[in-house]
Nanobody, 124 residues
Framework: QVQLVESGGGLVQAGGSLRLSCAAS????????MGWFRQAPGKEREFVAA???????QYYAGSVKGRFTISRDNANTVYLQMNSLKPEDTAVYYC??????????????????WGQGTQVTVSS
């Protein structure tokens, strides 16, 4: 059974930093890409960042580029380092996994597996 478990969310002041983690288990992810999405109250879930599992190529939404960094280790864990946080970054953040033959990294349809989400709140 595939599981994606996020952790690391919390409350932080504007300008602060948080590091989210996503532990993946239940299958081999060598042919899967990983992504982070977020959903604010009353809004649709939106793409944040993605990384290819094989070579670690990274993709970012324009709103977070230069502030957020996605990475992964060799133990099936993906990270999202979030710096210079803004109140508009407040959302539930979700980790996702999708097969690497689907290349539209910012499309929710690419991803087959999702975590339960972790809340990030940025106060002004």
């Amino acid at each position: 059974q595939v599981q994606l478990v996020e952790s690391g969310g919390g409350l932080v002041q504007a300008g602060g930093s948080l590091r989210l983690s996503c532990a993946a288990s239940g299958r081999s992810f060598s042919s899967y890409d990983m992504g982070w999405f977020r959903q604010a109250p009353g809004k649709e879930r939106e793409f944040v960042a993605a990384i290819t599992w094989s070579v670690g190529r990274q993709y970012y939404a324009g709103s977070v580029k230069g502030r957020f960094t996605i990475s992964r280790d060799n133990a099936n864990t993906v990270y999202l380092q979030m710096n210079s946080l803004k109140p508009e970054d407040t959302a539930v953040y979700y980790c996702a996994a999708g097969p690497n033959y689907r290349r539209d990294y910012d499309n929710r349809g690419k991803y087959d597996y999702w975590g339960q989400g972790t809340q990030v709140t940025v106060s002004s």
